[in-house]
Antibody, heavy 123, light 106 residues
Framework: QVQLVESGGGVVQPGRSLRLSCAAS????????MHWVRQAPGKGLEWVAV????????FYSDSVKGRFTVSRDNSKSMFILQMISLRAEDTAVYYC????????????????WGQGTLVTVSS | DIQMTQSPSTLSASVGDRVTITCRAS??????LAWYQQKPGKAPKLLIY???DLESGVPSRFSGSGSGTEFTLTISSLQSDDFATYYC????????FGPGTKVDIK
């Protein structure tokens, strides 16, 4: 069965960096666009970033552009979110989510989600 | 950017009630709309995609309709497992979620 397992969350000071990982299994990882979606405590869902199945397309929300970088290792079925210059407003549960089969990443819905990993940015 | 709104923000209902949630887009998104259910402490779960297509395994009491800028999610007969928060999401151009509708017990 499809599984997405995030890791790497924790408490980090403002301005510092953090790297989140998403380990995928149970499906042909290299054939799907992959996304990060976050949810601040008590708030709604916010799409963060996507990497297309073949790594040719990458898109970011305006709120993280220039600070966050997504990458993927299709040989290891891993999806990574590298975050720098973290701010208090980045505090959230970060979910990785599966997008479209052979998707470019520009227009997807999300059919499978991980359980999320909490990032807290605080001094 | 495409903005999404939902109404109501909170809905109080009883088991067996018919429940309708509305989602509106700031510009036409054709039928590129998905609905998700989220329970506290859990990841969202896909219910409906392309405005009206039911995801595999989702009970048939859930249905979606609409196109362009106005969409609805209907639960035909609310069950105890359905008390949750519901989000719409457009994927016409990039990805934007609505603010959510919490369905709680009346």
């Amino acid at each position: 069965q499809v599984q997405l397992v995030e890791s790497g969350g924790g408490v980090v000071q403002p301005g510092r960096s953090l790297r989140l990982s998403c380990a995928a299994s149970g499906f042909a990882f290299s054939s799907y666009a992959m996304h990060w979606v976050r949810q601040a405590p008590g708030k709604g869902l916010e799409w963060v970033a996507v990497k297309s199945y073949d790594e040719t397309n990458t898109f970011y929300s305006d709120s993280v552009k220039g600070r966050f970088t997504v990458s993927r290792d299709n040989s290891k079925s891993m999806f990574i979110l590298q975050m720098i210059s973290l701010r208090a407003e980045d505090t959230a549960v970060y979910y990785c989510a599966r997008g479209e089969y052979y998707g470019s990443g520009s227009a997807d819905y999300f059919d499978f989600w991980g359980q999320g990993t909490l990032v807290t940015v605080s001094s | 950017d495409i903005q999404m709104t939902q109404s109501p923000s909170t809905l109080s209902a009883s088991v067996g009630d018919r429940v309708t949630i509305t989602c509106r887009a700031s510009q036409s998104i054709n039928t590129w709309l998905a609905w998700y259910q989220q329970k506290p402490g859990k990841a969202p779960k896909l219910l409906i995609y392309k405005a009206s297509d039911l995801e595999s395994g989702v009970p048939s009491r859930f249905s979606g309709s609409g196109s362009g800028t106005e969409f609805t999610l209907t639960i035909s007969s609310l069950q105890s497992d359905d008390f949750a928060t519901y989000y719409c999401q457009q994927y016409n151009r990039y990805h934007t979620f609505g603010p959510g509708t919490k369905v709680d017990i009346k």
